[in-house]
């Protein structure tokens, strides 16, 4: 367009001053006409400017004047688009990471206008029997909340599946038990079929994904029928393309009615309990109303509600937490999400790497353009000769700047996404990401701004230093290729900043590095090695709460007949499963300071549970099989437990411990070592165990788990346990049989991934300020080629030319080694909460830091050292 | 920013005036820039003449600014040639630009006056 206008403009131009001149010549000759008119291009030239386009022009002059001079300068162009693209491209990767897990909102309706209530971080939680819980609610809390808050033109509930087994499928879908009006609320039309009516009972609807992956997209889908955990559903609806459902972090595939829960979850029906609780609510907002009245609403109407249901059920203690507690209400825009909490601190600390590294890339491109402000001093020198201003030379230089951050920034793009998409496998389970890595506009819009930041950073003083001083100054620094004292201070200033940064990066990662080091080490209380655990669900199967213990013992007798299999015992909850219990108890001889203070974890645990586990008695017995319903009640607490509430483990045998109320007391007849069953960083807690057998009637075993121990590799024995385990009951579903060893490592995967990573980027940061240093240090020695020369031909040997060169080097290395240690340390301080078993004043690690870049700092130098030691005098000597 | 040329210096300093002059020359009728110079040189008694170094860019700037339009016709010569001519914008700045001449030369005239009363 612009182009177009302009040409048509400059013709007509042309053209009326050349009838100027035939009227002019007709009148008094040629030549006196153009006397007379002066000169043609100079008037042409200022008729133009009247345009005003003159700094369009300009800019387009510079822009292609730049790209000329980077094409002809490909090694230059290369290495400095190369080492922004990286610095750029991971600020983007981990950008785009918190972008969608932290910033983005729903791709639903207007999402500024919903509101969660409870904890929005508790998706996949589930708690029966305690009253009063403030994180998630109970459905006949939802049935009645809905009609009767006021606030809300629509508030739905969504829970959480037991597994789901489809017929044929390798694959467990992620599902959600959703009230009807779920898409409604969040105003998202299926893309086929429908959303669900009240009356729905056996209906799907399918997310888009699920749809494409295991239908391959079929058409006329709505009306098909699905087997889910044996059962018969229909899918009536397909999801939004796009739409992966309201909790971020975990891509939803099915959606079913809440009324069908107990189909599709056999064994279990959490509808009409009002002390299960496991649903998550979403409302959206009638206009005008505030979230402060939402809050008050629910913390008046809905407590009221929650404690008249829950009354009748639970102890006047439970429910005092709902009146300390308040219930929290926020706003739902960016739906819920387990990974937003969890990831949280992780990605804090990745993007603080990936900002120092992209100072670091800035520091080797300025320091490449100083080195090449030298070499084109000649240039800078003639352009100001001919008139040019150092405004104009200033421009041209950041525009150069500008298009080599461009260059980056579009390459870093394309790293950036891959990047984050390898960082979400590495977070992924089953093969499924958590997240589909995607760039949003948000991040396009950093990457942008940051390349333009990253431009000034290394472009505004190479360019500063490049057009100082006239065009005298400049053709003569052309011919002796020095640079000025300020400009050589600066760059020896960017090399001690690389390695102050280098360091950072690298203390950092040694930390972590030993963080993950001192969990995988750290004691869990019992041998991990050769233990499996499978997880078994009997009421999805059809057994009741007595056949359960049957069922229990059976199994372990069965498992126990396999070769390689040295002990099978069983709890509900299992080791590292993800379950957890907590009871509160009354403790005899102790006065409670809090509330808190008689609150324990606990577990129900089969006959030699212990000694199959491998975790240690201190003291009495290990609960046996002589421990049965029948007989007197006991229970077996751990040496957290008996410290806390008797002193010493010989001290708490024989001691009773009961509701509290004071009922159903049991006698305490062991005491065994602490153990971590969940997590390797909390101290193992105050656990009590009580027999699986003396189960009490109003707390049953829901799902339970077997403990085997292994004799031989446990890897190979989980096939012929799954055949055991179905030869006992071929109605059980297929339990998953892990090995502890393994579920210990997946618990540490976010340690692990930030070990690799800061390693990563530290040797990364570590390569580009060698890089950096080299570059400088040959520049350097180039310039002392003659003195070197002087010195050798007065008779300095190799060595001392050597030496002196390093000295050079080293003094830069210094500087940046003690302000990098005094930095590494405070940035020690700030990550202390993410560390584990070392301080974040590690003197050790420092040193391992230091002496690593001191070895690349000497070897960066020693190649150009080496170089200038060769130099014949004679030759260093003429070079003048 | 480049250095600023000879001819755009004395475009500025000429600028009010020779904005006025091109003004007042196309209130007779369509005009070309060659006939405009000449016009202007002939009504002076030829002791204004306009460089056309100033003239073109104050033509194109008149017309950017809205108060000329441009067209191409023939002249009585038969000679292709773009004619300039004033449009309802352009009369309005004529008047302004003339009160503020007349203002401009009253109260240089008055100066000079005073300065010559006392001497």
Same mark, same amino acid.
């Given at each position: 367009m612009f182009f177009f206008k302009r040409i048509r403009k400059d013709s007509d131009l042309e053209e009326e001053i050349a009838s100027h001149l035939r009227m002019a010549a007709s009148d008094s000759g040629p030549d006196a006409a153009l006397r007379e008119f002066g000169n043609v291009t100079l008037v042409k030239e200022v008729t133009r400017e009247m345009w005003g386009w003159a700094s369009w022009e300009r800019l387009w002059q510079d822009l292609s004047y730049s790209c000329r001079v980077l094409r002809k300068n490909r090694a230059y162009t290369l290495a400095a688009v190369l080492s922004l693209a990286l610095g750029i491209g991971a600020n983007t990767a981990i950008f785009s990471l918190i972008d969608s897990v932290m910033l983005e909102s729903l791709p639903v309706k207007n999402p500024q206008e919903l509101v969660a209530l409870g904890d929005p971080t508790a998706t996949q939680s589930m708690s029966e029997g305690s009253g009063g819980n403030t994180r998630i609610f109970s459905y006949p809390f939802y049935k009645l909340f809905r009609e009767q808050n006021g606030v809300f033109s629509g508030l739905y509930a969504g829970g959480r599946s037991e597994r789901l087994d489809l017929q044929d499928e390798a694959e467990h879908p992620h599902a959600r038990f959703v009230s009807d009006n779920y898409f409604g609320v969040l105003g998202v039309a299926p893309s086929q079929g429908r959303a669900f009516l009240p009356e729905d009972r056996e209906a799907v609807v399918i997310s888009y994904d699920f749809w494409q992956r295991h239908f391959l997209g079929a058409p006329n889908i709505a009306g098909r029928r699905i087997t889910i955990n044996h059962r018969d559903f229909t899918i009536i609806g397909v999801s939004a393309r796009g739409f992966s459902g309201d909790i971020v972090g975990y891509q939803t595939d099915l959606w079913l009615p809440i009324e069908a829960q107990p189909e599709a979850n056999p064994g279990h029906d959490y509808r009409n309990e009002p002390n299960t609780f496991w649903l998550q609510l979403m409302g959206r907002l009638k206009p005008g109303v505030t979230l402060a009245q939402v809050s008050t609403v629910l913390n008046t109407m809905g407590t009221t509600i929650i404690k008249e249901q829950a009354a009748k059920i639970t102890l006047p203690a439970g429910l005092e937490k709902i009146d300390r507690e308040k219930i929290a209400v926020q706003s739902g825009a960016k739906g819920f999400s387990r990974i937003r909490h969890s990831f949280e601190p992780m990605l804090k600390i990745l993007m603080a790497l990936v900002a120092l590294i992209l100072l670091i890339s800035c520091a080797n491109v300025a320091n490449l353009q100083m080195a090449r402000a030298i070499s084109r001093s000649r240039e800078m020198g003639l352009r100001l000769a001919i008139g040019a201003g150092r405004g104009r030379l200033l421009r041209q230089l950041l525009t150069e700047s500008l298009v080599l951050a461009a260059a980056g920034g579009l390459t870093a793009v394309m790293f950036g996404y891959w990047i984050s998409r390898l960082l979400l496998q590495f977070t992924a389970r089953q093969n499924r990401l958590p997240i589909e890595p995607h760039l949003s506009g948000t991040a396009l819009l950093f990457t942008g701004a940051i390349s333009v930041v990253a431009a000034l950073l290394f472009g505004l003083a190479p360019a500063l230093f490049g057009t100082k001083g006239n065009f005298v100054t400049h053709l003569r620094e052309s011919k002796t290729g020095r640079s000025k004292g300020a400009a050589q201070r600066f760059e020896k200033g960017l090399v001690a900043l690389q390695i102050v940064l280098s360091l950072i990066l690298l203390y950092g990662s040694g930390l972590f590095i030993r963080t993950l080091q001192n969990l995988e080490k750290s004691n869990v209380g019992y041998r991990r090695e050769n233990l499996l655990v499978a997880e078994l669900d009997p009421w999805a199967a059809g057994y009741k709460t007595l056949q359960i213990d049957a069922l229990a013992l059976n199994l372990t007798s069965a498992l126990s007949a396999i070769p390689g299999i040295a002990y099978v015992s069983f709890s509900e909850n299992g080791l590292f499963s993800g379950t957890e219990s907590g009871t509160e108890n009354a403790i005899e001889g102790f006065t409670p300071r809090? %509330?808190? @203070?008689?609150v324990n974890r606990s577990d129900k645990v089969g006959a030699k549970y212990f000694s199959t586990v491998g975790i240690p008695i201190l003291a009495g017995r290990e609960i046996g099989p002589q421990d049965t319903a029948n007989s007197a009640r006991i229970a077996v607490i751990d040496e957290a437990m008996a410290r806390f509430y008797f002193g010493n483990a010989q001290q708490s045998i024989g001691r009773h411990i009961a509701d %509290? @109320?004071?009922?159903h007391p049991m006698t305490i007849v062991g005491v065994v070592g602490a153990a971590k069953e969940n997590g390797l960083r909390d101290p193992a807690a105050r656990r009590l165990y009580t027999p699986f057998l003396q189960s009490r009637e109003d707390d049953p075993i829901g799902a339970f788990h077997l403990e085997i121990r292994t004799s031989a590799n446990p890897g190979v024995m989980e096939a012929s346990i799954r055949r055991a385990i179905h030869k006992v009951d071929a109605a059980l579903l297929e339990p998953s049989v892990e090995q502890v060893q393994i579920l210990i490592e997946e618990d540490l995967e976010q340690e692990k991934l930030i070990a690799k990573l800061s390693g990563f980027f530290s040797i990364l940061a570590l390569l580009l300020a060698s890089i950096g240093l080299y570059g400088v240090m040959s520049y350097l020695t180039v310039r002392r080629t003659t003195e070197v020369g002087v010195r050798m031909a007065l008779g300095a040997s190799r060595s001392s030319v050597v030496a002196l060169l390093f000295r050079e080097a080293f003094s830069m290395a210094a500087i940046g080694l003690v302000v990098g240690a005094a930095c590494a340390f405070a940035v020690g301080k700030l990550t202390a909460s993410n560390?584990?078993?070392?301080?974040?004043?590690d003197p050790l690690t420092v040193a391992a830091a230091a002496a690593v870049i001191c070895a690349a700092a000497a070897l960066a130098s020693w190649l150009p050292a080496r170089r200038a030691s060769r130099v014949d005098p004679m030759v260093a000597l003429r070079a003048e | 920013m480049p250095p600023k040329s000879g001819y755009q210096n004395r475009i500025e300093l000429l600028q009010g005036t020779l904005d006025l002059l091109i003004l007042q020359t196309l209130q007779w009728g369509s005009q070309h820039g060659y006939a405009i110079s000449n016009a202007i040189r002939a009504n002076s008694k030829d002791l204004l003449r306009v460089e056309t170094g100033s003239l073109y860019p104050a033509l194109h700037r008149l017309e950017k600014q809205g108060w000329v339009k441009s067209d191409w016709r023939q002249t009585e010569a038969n000679q292709r040639a773009k004619f300039y001519t004033l449009t309802a914008g352009g009369k309005k700045r004529l008047l302004s630009e003339r009160d503020r001449w007349s203002q401009m030369v009253a109260a240089i005239g008055a100066v000079l006056d005073a300065v010559g009363n006392e001497g």
């Open positions: 809090s %509330p808190e @203070d008689l %509290p @109320d004071g009922k560390l584990y078993g070392v301080n974040a004043f | -």
